[in-house]
């Protein structure tokens, strides 16, 4: 419990933080920033258990592991996607998801 | 650790002692022989395979987060015989020599996805069950890739790393919603306190997409056919079959287990989905000419009927479902055997391309004919006694109008699978694929998958031998 700090204010920032990944995933023009729009829905989600945990359930520890595991499969995850991302500019010199086009309906 | 949790585990120790033990001998093995490596990978998962059959009883290990049942042995025992058919099917895409430095790789990358999907289909909380997802989601990305020197390969890799990181997303943010209103993490903790409340609906409504993603279920199902369009045939069939049916293995246990105080509502979401998944999967799969593309369609139909399955709620639909899968698993991985082994021989992967077959390879056009007449429904193959059972699992409860839907939506498909037939045996064509003789493992998994669509339909005491596994699950 942190001192006059109610709940909902954390959540509030939690659930902005993770619609603006939402958000940035659908219009951003750009590969690594479709990325990052990905880690920024996964730091909300990493909040959201560490302040359901520390506020609502104190006693135990299992949001907070939970916290620990998402954020190791996501770096994993941005190193396999930057990975994956430099294979795409080898082959069409640029990242725009706009462009990776050549397979439609 | 003692021999009773080596025992429940004997699935996952197997796959990570064969991993690992064929990433050590492909340290031993000069370049030029690298070719062995893919005689020994075939025995060594043979032998998993075969061992993962040994009988044992279920229980719960690590406090209630693994847990292991007759049923879920059978499930990784499905996994395990189509994983080992995709095996045998792709040794002619490694034997070519421009991928003879992608041999262990592909071997060992498969088999620790395979270990994911374990874990996950025997997940006791929502911890493992999210690393076994991601440890099966992961590594796909990069075999999807795989064809490094292909541009629609890597377009493909990259678009399915961010969706099924987005989707993995969207499923945690449901997770902590759930987390949440329960205050645990644990299934069994979880399940007396799931109520109808607003928290509790929207946190599975967020689940439910993120696992309909993994499945293909329309609303999230754009990334399926360019994904299966780029990746090279044998990652596609493994996409395909493999990765779908542990998805649908969990997400029935965690709907029937945790979430069956809720029941009446996620029934409701489903009825939408199954409507959607199985027209839109339909009518897209009419106009397709690439047959990846076209069996990528096929594939959302088909798991569109089997979450007619997901609507019977009781041990009748946990039995069609995993039934259908088994089946699934043969029909599927028929038709992918054949696009593949044409693909190796001729380069064609079109429907156009297929007009004429029938006069230079008719024992390839007989099998294709029998998984298309199988994905289809006609009656004398297995895949009629699939989608019969699925639809009365749905109809004991009540669902008849989706059952209409579903049954006019079968008929429909039928056209589009007999478009094929008809190109392969009817066609006349200047330039057909030309005469060729596949390899022998790709022949042996033909042979196999075919007697499957013909033996499993016929075969009543398998359909009995799942239900009275069900009932010991549920």
Known sequence: ?105 | MNLHSIILLRHEILLTVAAVGVLFADVFVPREKKHNMITVSLIVFTLVTLLGFIPAQGGVLFGGSYQSSHMTDFMKDILNIAVLLIFLQSTGYLSKPENSWKITEFFVILMFVLIGMDFMISAGDFVIFYVGLETASLPLAGLAAYDRYKSKSAEAGVKLILLSAMSSAVMLFGLSLIYASTGSIYFSDILPKIKATPLIILGFIFFLSGMGFKLSVVPFHLWTADVYEGAPINITAFLSVVSKGAAAFILIIILFTVFKNISREWEWILYALVITTITIGNLFALRQDNIKRFLAFSSITQVGFLLLGFMGNNELGLTSVVYFMLIYVFTNLTAFGVVEAIYNASNVETISGYKGLYKTNPLLSLAMMLALFSLGGIPPLAGFFGKFFLFTAAASRGYYILVVIAALNATISLYYYLRVVKAMFIDKSDNPVAKFRSTWPMRISLIISSIGIIYVGFASNIFEFIYSLAKGLL
């Not at chain 1, 135990?60 to 500019?89: D, M, P, R, W």
């Open chain 1, 1 to 105: 419990m942190i001192q006059g700090i109610p709940i909902t204010h954390i959540l509030v920032v939690s659930v902005i933080m993770f619609f603006t990944g939402v958000m940035g995933f659908i219009i951003r023009q750009n590969l690594i920033a479709i990325l990052l729009s990905i880690e920024l829905m996964l730091n909300a989600v990493v909040m959201n258990f560490l302040v359901f945990n520390r506020y609502l359930f104190p006693h135990h520890l299992q949001g907070h592991f939970f916290g620990l595991f998402v954020i190791g499969v996501a770096a994993a995850e941005a190193a396999l996607a930057i990975a994956l991302i430099l294979n795409v500019y080898r082959r069409f010199k640029h990242i725009d998801p706009d462009k990776l086009n050549e397979m439609k309906y």
